[in-house]
């Protein structure tokens, strides 16, 4: 009875003939739906932190003060465009990440694996040098981000940075053969990395930083073939802004070849209607007002950024001279 006595202090208690309050169990749904209240309340509030973030103005201080900075030191168009990724279609920090990244994930594992010492210490080393480079990317796209987006990016290259700190004192420690130390030490930095990797989904997904901010207008308009302007009307070499379905395009004219293009800049969705044509590398391009990302007006392809993906371009044809597009 005096198992049954203690068991019915944690358990829901049914009392016996005795007296004494007799175990019995919970129902499975009940736990399941008790753990998922709970689960949910803490991500909501972790979600709900985050958010916060975006209207923290209080970190506009030191936020803008980190974007002269970064503008002014990675000056060159190369450069910059290099860090984009501008030359591999997409982002080239998310790209990077992954180095350090798999780096110090594996060196946790291996460090629970007896004997690994050397092992453990090479890949703490490979992650810290590769998270460098992976951070100027970072820090190059984070340049270029509206206000509330370089709040939560500036948080989450804090911890980041936080992490990094870590792992370069694990190192230190295992070199000096304090391998006891540098455990602690990594699994702190990962720790505070996993923390910045959250806050850099919010910043991806939520904010949809550095995501093609106009792709998604393809999935407003129909698939057939709409009329959009009479080709002899249109001006040789000048961008014109019509709308199909309601979705903003510019159109450019060069002899009988007509581009039609989505209106809105991948990058921050700015109005490229209202850019400038500039021949670069020997192409004629549309360069946006807002922050100078160019792409070719005869495919799309962008040239430089901050915008790391191509432009969207709609298939066109010519019937009775009435320019008609859709979509690709």
Request: charged share 20%.
């Amino acid at each position: 009875m005096l198992w049954a006595c203690r068991v019915g202090k944690i358990l829901r208690p049914s009392y016996s003939l005795d007296g004494c309050p007799a175990p019995r169990r919970l129902d499975g749904s009940v736990l399941a739906a008790r753990f998922a209240t709970a689960s949910a309340g803490k991500s909501g509030t972790v979600r709900a932190l985050v958010t916060k973030l975006e209207q923290a103005s209080a970190l506009d201080r030191v936020g803008d003060r980190l974007q002269r900075a970064v503008q002014a030191t990675l000056r060159p168009q190369r450069v910059r465009d290099l860090l984009h990724g501008v030359w591999l279609g997409h982002p080239l920090h998310p790209a990077m990440v992954q180095v350090p990244v798999g780096a110090w994930i594996s060196a946790a594992i291996v460090d629970l694996l007896p004997g690994q010492r050397r092992a453990a210490t090479a890949l703490v080393a490979v992650g810290t040098a590769s998270a460098l480079p992976a951070a100027v990317a970072g820090l190059n796209d984070w340049a270029g981000l509206a206000r509330d987006q370089r709040r939560v990016g500036l948080v989450h290259a804090a911890s980041n940075a936080v992490g990094v700190a870590f792992y370069a004192g694990s190192l230190a420690a295992r070199l000096r053969g304090r391998h006891g130390t540098g455990r602690a030490l990594a699994y702190l930095g990962l720790s505070a990395a996993s923390a910045g990797a959250y806050i850099g989904g919010h910043l991806a997904y939520k904010q949809a930083a550095q995501v093609s901010q106009s792709v998604s207008e393809l999935h407003r308009m129909g698939d057939e073939w709409q009329a959009v302007a009479d080709l002899a009307a249109l001006p040789e070499r000048k961008l014109i802004t019509r709308e199909v379905d309601d979705v903003s395009v510019i159109l450019y004219r060069h002899g009988d070849d007509v581009t039609v293009m989505l209106e809105r800049c991948p990058h921050q969705s700015g109005p490229l209607g209202q850019g400038e044509v500039q021949e670069i590398g020997g192409h004629a391009c549309v360069v946006c007002p807002w922050h100078g990302s160019a792409f070719r007006l005869n495919g799309g392809e962008v040239v430089h950024g901050p915008a790391a993906t191509d432009q969207q371009l709609l298939p066109t044809r010519v019937v009775d001279g009435v320019l008609q597009t859709r979509l690709p």
